[in-house]
């Protein structure tokens, strides 16, 4: 792999800054606000942010660069693509019982659901993510998809994953904003107590950590080897359009598919439908 | 240039929804505020909304695919990096006065400065933005740059690019958010007045108009055909680093960069530093 520092430099600096994230968002409800219970008040409130800080930002995130891990790579493509679906379904299921949660605080405290762009965008994420993972079960998990179908789909799988990566952290920043406006009351936002500060370097870490994130999925030097080698091969073949590498692929990609760990060095020739 | 017709649908989506939301952020603030003016007051803060939807989003967008636009192929890369720096700065310039009638409106009225994380993200933002134009300068616009160094520096400037100008939107997200509550009082930004709908569409709008030129921005088979060749020639001499394409670039990017209106077709065989 190129660049192995700097891809390990930057792996460990989004790890620590995903934890540290963590860290914060539940020092954040269990310190400054009311702490985390499912009674319909606040405390069930709380479990929006925290959910979505764990599930829907770092798991998303894992889920986006766990084919760049070099340690991966001996490890079959279809095992690595159960992982990534996996990761993906859990961030799902986290982000629905977070929207759960808002939706049970506002009907118990009389506040109206839906009125605010926050809830706008973030229900959109969440329907057009629940999309995004039945399109891609659907693409590369069903084996019966022709592989020229995976291969035209790939460019809208990883352009649509990433937007929708960048846009759960912008709808996370708003309600940021919402809740600090909304919560702080005596003294107010304004006013930058301490919560004000500490949750608006939470909303710092966050954006850094999808930077950081965002930098890993798009280096084309560290993707897996058999995905350079298709990389290669789509810019050669005229770039986006790949159901021109579609004959090649249907040739190798079942053999891929079917390989074990420990197979990545016989496999090195070969080409599967570039997961990432 | 290949799928010309997707290209022209997604470019025209694109500029349809941008001056659509110029006309929506122009109605919001002429129409539901207290209009526009340099008074210090409520009037003067509005500019912030437009200079910022107006400069900062829509022309930034119009600077990152300048160089995908197919009619501007036959001119040369250097005034096409001038146009590019030119639209960057003049976003900029909008940019800091929105900033400035924000802190102005602020001082008169006794509301305290950068407490929020609108304002940290978007000051960060700003400054960001001032570095990348004076890099991009140094880099890109002054000859004696060693053509090695344009090259190695350039996914930098693309990846910092595209990321800041999806910050700006997430950015303008907040905006949108702190001032609908800050601003709807009787009825409330809860109570779903006809304003608050109107502002969240326009919300909606800036990410469609960030979503379309990204795709636009992210298509490697849309590039210049000059810079499609050398894409290719990343990519096969080992992904990201550019550096290995300097000797290759040195020999021919001084005869692009000098070339006029016209030579695209002579040129067809050349490389310059892929600005896009």
Redesign the interface.
Known sequence: M??WKEFLVTLCAAAAIGIVSIIFVLRWVLHYKEGLAWDGGLAEFNWHPVLIVIGFIILQGLAIIVYRLPWTWQCSKLIMKFIHAGLNLVAFILAVIAMVAVFDFHNTAK??NM????S??GLAAVILYCLQLVLGVGMYLIPITPVSWRAAFM?FHV?SGL?LF??V??VA??G???K???GLSNPK????PPE?TF??VL??LL?VFG?LI??IA??????RPSD?IL??L???G????NSKVGPALSELSAGADAETCGDVRRRSNKLDDQED
Chains 1, 2 share one sequence.
């Open positions: 190129e660049k506040i109206p009125y605010s762009l926050h706008w965008l460019p352009y937007f960048t846009s952290i912008a920043l708003m940021i904003t919402e600090l406006i909304f936002y304004k006013d930058s004000a949750v608006n909303g710092l954006v930077a965002l930098w798009t280096r084309k030097s560290w993707k350079q990389h290669t789509h810019t050669d005229g770039g986006e359009d």
